[in-house]
């Protein structure tokens, strides 16, 4: 059972925060069959159940702890752990959505199969959205009101972004746009990492126009986790006809003989995959994006603190990434 009144200095720490969240979840899930698969999601690499120490296990609900700590450093850990846990349970489950919908094979998917894989997602989001309701019990009844209504309008832009993804995957190369992508980007991911922002600082008593720059930030955040990822994943985005900041940028940069066949193709896809050359080029321009929205969000970040007058935890900046912002592009 984690601790009903944990001191700050136990739970002050990533590794601290992430301890009492693990103990906090274990006792939430309940020892039933149904809960066994969504449990080994949560276990999965970057989750908070994952076995292997790392900092950045379980970020989305790292993020809630930690803002609401730098507005409330004697918050309440019981009402936050369950807000941070809400928010891993519906990621996860947006995760695993995910992978189904793009048939991808990953560790969890081989093991379970796609149709526990799909009940373990159902179970996760179930969970969070009795974590969310939970909230209820430790806050006035128009403060709780607001916070879930904006809670689920985030979700649904979330889930609305994720619908924009599929049906570019149909469009044709010249009918993509870099706005489109970002647009993608934003609402897919970018709603989930503001959801995470605007609830930590809303749960930390955070004023109005902090926990919009905080809604604001994690907008720009997730976008800009998102076009970081692309740019690992191109050879496959490109076999599931993904349309992604890097491939658009390596399309552009292609030869015009490429283009010419790309705009007489039945199937909405170029002949063959971008040149390495132009592969290239596009991944560097789109961790220029990154960098781009990196610094957006250190402005953001800077804004905030003036309002605190006082600066954050340095956890915070860590886990943003705001400690390495502008590094990727010469370190990728």
Partial sequence: MPKSSPHMSEIGSIEGAQQFLREMLEDLLPADPLY???????????KILCPHVETHNGLWPLLVWFIAAAHAPAFDAQLVGRGALAMECVVCAFDLYD???DEEITPLVAELGSKRVTMAATVLWSLGQRLFLSLHEHMASEVFLTMYTTSTLKIQQSIAGQHLDILASDLAWPEITEDKV???????????????CWLGASLGQASADECQLWSELGLRLGAAKQIHNDCSDMEEDWRQHKKTLPLLLSIMLSSEDASEDEEHSTDHEPL????????????????????EEMESINELFQRIETMQASPFLLTLTLLIGLDGAGESTEDE
């Fill in 99 to 101: 992978d189904i919908e």
């Fill in 272 to 291: 063959e995959p971008p040149a390495m050359m132009a592969a290239l080029y596009g991944r560097w321009g789109a961790l220029l994006r990154y960098r």
């Fill in 182 to 196: 970002l647009e993608i980007a934003r609402t897919k991911s970018g709603s989930l990492a503001s959801l995470a």
């Fill in 36 to 46: 066994a698969d969504a449990h080994l999601a949560l276990a999965q690499p970057g």
